[in-house]
């Protein structure tokens, strides 16, 4: 049997993850065996967000750990590895460079050849982890901290991007409006817990919901809650008006995202949705997902939230499908990274 070890530095998680690749063709799948994800929140916190080189220097100084782990944890040693994956973009080229140059010494050393992955394409198959034989075609929801794509998924093999942002990105748009409101890094999870105890909607646009295209646009959203706090005269310091504003910005966000992603799933009349990257781990996405599609009759799949933010179980499970369709690993000297790499 097979046994894949994936490793994910693209951004600030330093990750490795050791699966177990079973069954051929349209039977195989994957037992995780390990999946060790070393966050360097604490370290961006006090920036407010990713300053890449420290994000590199971190990368360096745990990577060995986490493969260590990874394997230990896997209870194989790197001799018993027949498979090796790394994310080679999009991302931080200095994050992305830890990974790839760490695997090229690991295939060097073993004469193991790489996989290379693209890391959107890591959450987009991440549904599948839990569901490999999850009923396609399917409408792909990817919200991301860099990243927002709604994808049509015809087979486990071809997929059509038929949107994305035109400016900022959806996890991207809550960071910065966290920022805005004095709440902490990284955004998401703070605009969530503030936004529970939101009373007040300020009906903040709901960005190009009625484009006739999937293409979504998040940058005015966070100019109308700067407006909003300024003219109104908010004072940021107490609780609720916080809460009051983190509730509406979020409400606006997932109205667009929910909106487009049913649109998209009556049009072309898919059988399932799927939601996944780091924004996916909100719960009320999640829940008024779930609750729009039953009502067109279609069933949303989403990955556990530790599988929805950066991980390198969705790299190892994305390989592995790389490799089902056909995909020959490559020489360590044929590895690049690509920080823009498109889906
Ligand atoms: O997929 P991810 O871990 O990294 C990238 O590939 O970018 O996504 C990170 C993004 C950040 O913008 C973060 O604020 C957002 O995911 N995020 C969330 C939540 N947890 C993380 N956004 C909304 N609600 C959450 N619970
Ligand atoms: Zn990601």
């Known amino acids: 049997m097979a046994k894949l070890l994936a490793i994910e530095t693209s951004c600030d998680e330093t990750a490795a993850a050791v699966v177990l690749i079973h069954g051929r063709g349209k039977n195989q799948k994957i037992t995780a065996l390990s999946n060790i994800i070393s966050s360097q929140i604490p370290l961006h916190q006090k920036t407010h967000g990713v300053v890449p080189e420290v994000a590199a220097r971190a990368h360096l100084r745990k990577i060995n750990n986490v493969v260590q782990?990874?394997?230990?944890?896997?209870?194989v040693s790197l001799e018993d590895i027949s498979h090796l994956a790394v994310t080679t973009g999009p991302g931080l080229a200095t994050s992305l460079l830890v990974g790839t140059e760490y695997v090229k010494g690991?295939?060097?050393?073993t004469g193991v050849k790489i996989t290379p992955v693209n890391h959107m394409l890591g959450h987009l198959y991440s549904a599948f982890i839990k569901t490999p034989k999850m009923s396609l075609p399917s409408i792909n929801?990817?919200?991301?901290?860099?990243h927002t794509y709604l994808v049509l998924l015809k087979d486990k093999k071809h997929f059509n991007v038929l949107g994305q942002t035109v400016d900022d990105a959806a996890g991207e748009a809550f960071d910065k409006a966290a920022k805005m409101l004095g709440l902490s890094y990284p955004g998401g999870p703070e605009i969530y817990a503030a936004a529970k105890i939101g009373k007040h909607d300020y009906n903040f646009p709901r960005p190009m919901i009625s484009s006739k295209n999937f293409n979504f646009s998040f940058a005015g959203l966070k100019t109308a809650l700067l407006y909003k706090i300024r003219d109104k005269r908010l004072d940021l310091n107490k609780k609720q008006v916080r809460a009051d504003l983190a509730m509406s910005f979020q409400n606006a966000v997932i109205d667009v995202l929910i909106s487009k992603t049913l649109s998209a799933a009556k049009k072309y009349k898919t059988k399932s949705i799927t939601l996944s990257g780091g924004v996916a781990a909100n719960i009320k996405l999640r829940t008024d997902l779930t609750r729009g599609a039953k009502k067109i009759g279609t069933k949303?799949?989403?990955p556990d939230a530790s599988l929805c933010t950066d991980n390198a179980l969705m790299i190892a499970n994305a390989a592995a499908i790389k490799l089902q369709n056909g995909f020959k690993p490559q020489p360590y000297n044929k590895i690049q990274i690509n920080p823009t790499l498109p889906l």
């Open 106 to 109: 690991l295939s060097l050393a």
């Open 69 to 75: 782990q990874a394997l230990k944890k896997a209870h």
């Open 300 to 302: 949303v799949y989403v």
């Open 141 to 146: 929801l990817i919200v991301s901290g860099g």
